[in-house]
């Protein structure tokens, strides 16, 4: 060939003119040439490049052949990024809970209720007389709502926590019922008997009707 010298193996050529590959050679390297930089001679490709480019040129493999299970990436090109599908099944998916823990979440949440009930019929029995009458249908509405989170759940029906202030809450109660009697809506006076002593009247609205 011109240009180039042949050497003692086949497929392999000397550098005639600096660092030009040889002339195409179907026969000598049907997939073109690469430069071996350990022995500064160009030799035949045993394969093909990737997407039927060619080969990337190895920097100094010590004239062995390329590995066959890696395959070389086009040149100024990156590989494709990972991609994180969006749609995960399952994800946002209600936990399944049993009717059993929803029955004592329906009981909590009534429990719940009636704790502050005697201060919102006291305020306006009106009103709040016909959320009492609706309770069921109430809690049967929001029972469904604290299932869609396990986290909500467990606060819920766990024992460290919503029975903790629930108790609290229950402790507490006729401490709050009485404030709530004599300082807010003032159904409940402190009167002196003739020694000083500190007497409780109630007010007695019972002969009035609600308008």
Sequence with gaps: MEGVKESGAAGVVDAGAGDQPPP??????????????KTKTWRARKKAGRAGLPAAKPEDDGGQAPDQGQAAAPAGRDPEPARLSSAQPGKNAPPKITQETRDDIAGI????????????????????GALNQSLEQVI???VPIICRSQLVVDFVTGKQGLILYI?????????????????????????????????????????????
């Design 24 to 37: 195409d050679d179907l026969e000598l390297a049907p997939y073109g040439w690469m430069r071996d930089a």
């Design 109 to 128: 949440v009534a429990l719940l209720y009636s704790l502050p009930a005697d201060f919102l019929v006291m305020m306006d029995p009106y009103c709040f």
């Design 140 to 142: 049967d509405a929001t």
């Design 167 to 211: 108790k609290l809450a229950a402790a507490l109660r006729p401490f709050l019922t009485a404030v709530w009697a004599h300082h807010v809506i003032h159904i409940v006076t402190l009167e002196k008997d003739e020694e000083g002593h500190a007497v409780v009247q109630r007010e007695d609205w019972s002969a009035y009707t609600a308008a």
